[in-house]
């Protein structure tokens, strides 16, 4: 079973407008949560996280939001630029500091 | 350079072989991961190792193995290579609780 789900394999968003990236995870042991940016032939990088306590988290363009009761997080980017096209993954970290991914959504910003 | 390495970035082997991917940081990071990227899958965790000599399976360790007798060393090696290991292979690095990870560049292994 999948504990961390995007649903949503890609995303097309008009440059300037929100981007919403989605992602449920299964535990509700997890308290800490990340997202990663992943363009091509490169490794992943942090973008923002939060953490169990926090229902929302800001860094300029990007917000987390995160819903412990319904299990749900959220990342909006706004306004959405070209630059941010890339794959976006959630993940969620667990014992040890290990963390479990989701499968990523595509995010492409069209100009 | 300062940061996270991989090498090499780019191999192709055959099945049977004994192929070794190397993860080098510079940071002193205490925890050193290694993930594969998968279609579908996103990332994941192949092994982890909190600090030198101490190691642990992920989520996917089957015909893996790991070393670390040094802390900015974490060689990945593969030792007989099948087909369904031909992957992307990411490793990372942080220094503790609650903080984020960070990445190498990656490794693109095709086992022919």
């Known amino acids: 079973d999948q504990q961390v789900k995007q649903n949503s394999p890609s995303l097309s968003v008009q440059e300037g407008r929100i981007s919403i990236l989605n992602c449920d995870y299964t535990n509700s042991m997890f308290d800490y949560f990340l997202w990663y940016k992943k363009y091509p032939a490169e490794g992943p990088t942090f973008l923002i996280s939060i953490s169990s306590i926090k229902d929302k988290n800001e860094d300029g363009r990007f917000t987390v939001f995160l819903n412990k009761s319904a299990k749900h997080l959220s990342l909006h980017i706004v306004p959405s630029q070209p630059g941010d096209s890339a794959v976006y993954f959630c993940?969620?970290?667990?014992?040890?500091?290990?963390?479990?991914f989701g499968a990523g959504t595509i995010l492409r910003v069209k100009s | 350079d300062a940061g996270i390495t991989q090498s090499p970035r780019y191999k192709i082997t055959e099945t049977g072989r004994q192929v070794t991917l190397m993860c080098h940081q510079t940071?002193?990071?205490?925890?050193m991961f290694w993930y594969r990227q998968d279609l579908g899958h996103g990332l994941r965790l192949i092994y982890y190792s909190a600090a030198a000599d101490i190691t642990d399976k992920g989520e996917v360790p089957d015909g893996y193995v790991v070393s670390r007798s040094k802390t900015e060393n974490f060689p990945l090696t593969l030792e007989s290579a099948t087909r369904s290991q031909t992957s992307v292979y990411f490793c990372?690095?942080?220094?503790?609780?609650?903080?984020?990870?960070?990445f190498g560049p990656g490794t693109r292994l095709t086992v022919l």
């Open positions: 990372a690095s942080s220094d503790g609780t609650e903080s984020e990870q960070f």
């Open positions: 993940a969620v970290m667990g014992y040890g500091n290990k963390l479990v």
């Open positions: 940071w002193s990071h205490s925890y």
